[in-house]
């Protein structure tokens, strides 16, 4: 059966510094199931691409939140 893949935003509003974008991309990489993880920076964006089987939404929210960031699924 082919892995079905899901691209997720997060939102982030407390991103205060460039340096963090390696952090959150690092631990959301280590899930298993995590294709890809970009951290936009300037607009607080979080995008995965993921299976959503190995690696649900809860998950990835767990992973930023273990950052010291708080993150919820945005809406747009």
Request: proline letters at 9%; a neutral charge.
């Amino acid at each position: 059966m082919p892995q079905t893949s899901l691209r997720t935003t997060l939102r982030s509003d407390e991103l205060s510094c460039p340096s963090c974008v390696p952090k959150i991309e690092k631990a959301l990489k280590a899930l298993p199931g995590v294709e890809q993880a970009e951290v936009h920076f300037n607009t607080g964006r979080i995008q995965v691409t993921h299976d959503p089987a190995r690696a649900p939404v809860e998950a990835l929210v767990q992973a930023v939140e273990g950052t010291g960031y708080k993150a919820i699924p945005a809406a747009f």
